[in-house]
T-cell receptor, first 109, second 115 residues
């Protein structure tokens, strides 16, 4: 069965304190791995797509990486406005897209 | 351009009533997905459409839930005999499936409260 597990469930960091969020997955025929950001009361907002092991994508203070079993979202020198829930999702061979439970990130000023 | 639109944004209904939730996808997007999200949880897959047909409805929890997309654009999620456990945010998303690995574009959801 396809599965996505994110850790930690919640993370509190001081402003400027870099860290990484983890997404482990089991999927039949990975077609893509996605990272989304979700703010309270809003729908998820797309950040990155990764297709194959070894691939990396960057956007401002965020960098996403992918291996055959997991993906990391690295946050460098975060700011309070980076506080949000970060969701990982995988698209399987049948095009079904399933999500993890997310990591709630809180950046303290 | 216009994003994914969901109406209503909030819906309060009594246990046992019927509700319809509407989703207007981004124009030209062929794939449409419905998810349910409870507080503190990730989106839970319900169903997805490719064009007018339901390509995968394996996430619908039971036969009280049904979704349609008759013209390949707007979709309606229908819930019969609502129960308090149906209370959640229902999210709709669309994508250009079939044109590469296209990400989902989400609406802001319909918050359903069953009293």
């Amino acid at each position: 069965e396809d599965q996505v597990t994110q850790s930690p469930e919640a993370l509190r960091l001081q402003e400027g304190e870099s860290s990484s969020l983890n997404c482990s997955y089991t999927v039949s025929g990975l077609r893509g791995l996605f990272w989304y950001r979700q703010d309270p009361g809003k729908g998820p907002e797309f950040l990155f797509t990764l297709y194959s092991a070894g691939e990396e994508k960057e956007k401002e203070r965020l960098k996403a990486t992918l291996t055959k079993k997991e993906s990391f979202l690295h946050i460098t020198a975060p700011k309070p406005e980076d506080s949000a829930t970060y969701l990982c999702a995988v698209q399987a061979r049948d095009d079904k897209i399933i999500f993890g439970k997310g990591t709630r990130l809180h950046i303290l000023p | 351009g216009a994003g994914v639109s969901q109406t209503p944004s909030n819906k309060v209904t009594e246990k046992g009533k019927y509700v319809e939730l509407r989703c207007d996808p981004i124009s030209g997007h062929t794939a449409l997905y419905w998810y349910r999200q409870s507080l503190g949880q990730g989106p839970e897959f319900l169903i997805y459409f490719q064009g007018t047909g339901a390509a995968d409805d394996s996430g619908l929890p039971n036969d009280r839930f049904f979704a349609v997309r008759p013209e390949g654009s707007v979709s309606t999620l229908k819930i019969q005999r609502t129960e308090r456990g149906d209370s959640a945010v229902y999210l709709c998303a669309s994508s250009l499936l079939g044109q590469g690995h296209s990400p989902l574009h989400f609406g802001n959801g319909t918050r359903l409260t069953v009293t």
